[in-house]
């Protein structure tokens, strides 16, 4: 399929910051996107040219509303963890794709899953939803991509990283990791959603390049102008940093990723594919230091929280 040919996209997760990215670029090169958000109108981020409905994922009705006249989905769970109800969502979903005749979806599963099961939400409950998708009997394409780059654009962040040069996550510095932006993410899930050939794959999307910790910091350095290190963050002091903003739960659910890295069961599972992916989808991801060039640092200049220290 073209990607030119409009399309009329039910995208589950755009008042989020992933699926967000994959609806404004959607609207951006002409489809109809709908989307379904719990949060009051007002306290919707901007989405220019989709259309947002009041709605619950939780409520099949509201799911099966969303996706009337939809051709296809892109769909992006939100930060929840418990079991239980992202079963319900990822069943109210897939009834509701299949009920609607959806001709692809394709999930973001938000992160890499390890090959084996683990006893870590993270990334059990993405599988299982993976799992109903697929038992939807709609043609489905997987997307899994390893650790935003965004998540370093933060106010935990930033403020090291322009005053001191610090640059702290929850990764092992030896970790390697195909760091991605969600410009990127945008590209692939909708070069998904139109590309031939892909149905049924489960693709391992990642930056351009696969980087230690300290390659993360040379890159930082050469798009900022300035010297940076890489500080490895202890990930229980991540999560602690998180609950604040996200709550314990969705916090516990995020930082299972870093505890279950930080073990070294899967060193390899942030890396990236050789660009298999990229060159299957027709994607050009950008390199690190461009990214890094193109976001306004100086908002946190001056507000340091010792973060790396």
Do not use: K
């Amino acid at each position: 399929m073209s990607d030119h040919i409009p399309m009329r996209v039910a995208v589950v997760g755009a008042t989020g910051f992933q699926g967000g990215a994959v609806a404004r670029l959607l609207a951006e090169r002409g489809h109809r996107v709908r989307t379904l958000s719990r949060r009051p109108e007002g306290d919707r981020p901007p989405l220019p040219g989709i259309a947002c409905a009041s709605g619950d994922l939780g409520r099949a009705e509201d799911v099966r509303a969303l996706f009337e006249g939809a051709t296809h989905a892109a769909v992006t769970m939100p930060l929840v963890y418990d079991a239980e109800r992202v079963a319900r969502y990822a069943r109210n979903v897939a009834a509701a794709a299949r009920e609607a005749g959806v001709r692809r979806i394709v999930y973001n599963a938000n992160t890499r899953v390890p090959a084996r099961p683990t006893r870590t939400a993270a990334f059990e409950t993405r599988r299982a939803v993976e799992e109903a998708l697929r038992g939807s009997g709609v043609p489905l394409v997987v997307v899994r991509p390893p650790v935003y780059l965004d998540n370093l654009f933060s106010p935990w962040n930033g403020p090291a990283l322009v005053d001191d040069g610090v640059l702290a996550y929850p990764l092992p510095a030896h970790t390697p990791t195909a760091w991605l932006s969600h410009e990127d993410l945008a590209e692939a899930v909708c070069a998904a959603l139109a590309t031939d050939g892909v149905e049924g794959r489960v693709l391992d999307v990642g930056g351009a390049l696969t980087l230690t910790g300290d390659d993360l910091a040379a890159a930082f350095a050469r798009g900022l102008g300035r010297s940076v290190r890489y500080v490895p963050l202890d990930p229980a002091v991540f999560e602690e940093r998180l609950a604040g903003v996200l709550g314990a739960g969705a916090a516990a659910g995020v930082a299972g990723l870093y505890h279950h890295m930080a073990s070294g069961a899967d060193p390899d599972l942030m890396a990236g594919d050789g660009g298999a992916a990229a060159r299957l989808l027709g994607v050009r991801p950008g390199p690190v230091e461009d990214w890094v060039a193109r976001r306004p640092w100086q908002i946190w200049a001056g507000e340091a929280t010792g973060a790396g220290r």
